[in-house]
């Protein structure tokens, strides 16, 4: 009988112990992550919250030159952080299905074709990279889909028409009212092309002819025999723009997102509803025609799509139906964890591909 040699025996312990690690992968115990009672989730829906609890820690930090995992929240390590808010939001996936259950509500037709479509929407563009963390589409579409739905569904039950904490129409037009302004406006440039192909500013009798057509323009409009809409329809046809020019927006002044000029948003602030005025904007080199529009109108006409008064009192309710949430799901005890699940990922496994502090990958170039 041939003996093994040293090469040998080396060759055969190492496919013994490739064989190990590959008839290990699959284990029956590591398939779920949480029960309570019959209710069991898959292993895959906790990674989903894990994932969910770093990209809220990614988005949350104010230094983003320190890397995330070096970053402390609520005084705790970031690793340590996430991992427990983890924890906390498959607590609320299992306290929102609680709700749904005390309340009676079921998912209507069109709410589970919603949960199919957006789980399929998201699944298209970053059904890979989940797969490859473990996360299949199933638990993507039960921690993220139908949780959305759901959350929306016992939200609506509580605080929209006929809930116990109904927000009346009165109530949301007092708080629309003072937070939110709305307005048209159209801008016209002030520079022109040179010979040579250079943008420079407008001589003054060209500028001249620009600031007078807006300012007959807004005469017009105060004078009740035009609109905001005729105005820049004639400005674009005398213009030869490609494009509509008119622009209707509504805003909050007080919000640090805006991209409107300091210029813009205090002349907008010192208007009143109905008004139009004209004025320059010099850095920016246009001249700008601008409607400040009734916002209880504006209100109204959101109030009649279910989808944007739904939206408005998500603004108004979200922080204390949220605390809410936290509270019930945190006060839960009959979660059985596993912890050959929980615990066991390491939430830095999310950094090369979720995190802006991330190292870049080295290419060849490199």
């Given at each position: 009988m041939k003996k093994w040699g040293k090469k040998g025996l080396a060759a055969l312990l190492s496919a013994m112990l490739l064989l190990g690690v590959c008839t290990g992968c699959y284990s029956e115990s590591k398939t779920w992550s949480a029960k309570r009672g019959d209710d069991t989730l898959a292993t895959g829906v906790y990674i989903y919250e894990l994932f969910a609890a770093f990209n809220?820690?990614?988005?949350?930090?104010?230094?983003?030159?320190?890397?995330?995992?070096?970053?402390?929240?609520?005084?705790?390590?970031?690793?340590?952080?996430?991992?427990?808010?983890a924890k906390s939001l498959t607590r609320r996936l299992f306290y929102v299905e609680q709700l749904m259950e005390e309340r009676n509500l079921t998912l209507s037709p069109e709410q589970e074709s919603t949960v199919k479509s957006m789980a399929s929407n998201y699944w298209s563009s970053l059904g890979s990279t989940f797969d490859s963390y473990g996360i299949s589409q199933e638990s993507f579409s039960r921690a993220y889909a139908r949780y959305a739905v759901m959350y929306a569904a016992v939200f609506m039950d509580i605080y929209g028409k006929g809930g116990e904490k109904e927000v009346s129409d009165e109530e949301i037009h007092e708080y629309y009212d003072k937070k939110y302004v709305t307005f048209q406006y159209f801008c016209a440039s002030l520079t022109t092309t040179n010979e040579d192909g250079e943008?420079?500013?407008?001589?003054?009798?060209?500028?001249?002819?620009?600031?007078?057509?807006?300012?007959?323009?807004?005469?017009?409009?105060?004078?009740?025999?035009?609109?905001?809409?005729?105005?820049?329809?004639?400005?674009?046809?005398?213009?030869?723009?490609?494009?509509?020019?008119?622009?209707?927006?509504?805003?909050?002044?007080?919000?640090?997102?805006?991209?409107?000029?300091?210029?813009?948003?205090?002349?907008?602030?010192?208007?009143?509803?109905?008004?139009?005025?004209?004025?320059?904007?010099?850095?920016?080199?246009?001249?700008?025609?601008?409607?400040?529009?009734?916002?209880?109108?504006?209100?109204?006409?959101?109030?009649?799509?279910?989808?944007?008064?739904?939206?408005?009192?998500?603004?108004?309710r979200g922080d204390e139906f949220d605390a809410m949430l936290k509270e019930g799901a945190d006060s839960l005890t009959d979660i059985e964890w596993n912890n050959e699940v929980v615990g066991a990922y390491d939430p830095a496994m999310f950094v090369e591909k979720f995190s802006s502090t991330a190292t870049p990958t080295p290419t060849p170039e490199d």
């Open positions: 809220e820690a990614e988005n949350s930090r104010t230094d983003k030159t320190v890397p995330l995992m070096d970053t402390e929240f609520d005084g705790m390590r970031a690793s340590d952080w996430i991992l427990e808010e943008t420079v500013e407008m001589d003054g009798d060209a500028k001249k002819e620009v600031t007078d057509t807006l300012d007959g323009y807004a005469l017009s409009i105060r004078e009740g025999n035009s609109t905001m809409e005729k105005a820049a329809e004639a400005y674009k046809e005398k213009s030869e723009a490609s494009h509509d020019l008119l622009t209707q927006d509504t805003i909050d002044p007080t919000s640090e997102s805006l991209l409107y000029p300091e210029d813009f948003l205090k002349k907008l602030a010192e208007m009143e509803e109905g008004e139009v005025l004209t004025f320059e904007l010099p850095e920016e080199h246009l001249y700008v025609i601008l409607q400040k529009n009734p916002i209880f109108d504006e209100c109204q006409q959101r109030l009649e799509s279910d989808g944007t008064r739904s939206a408005i009192l998500s603004e108004m």
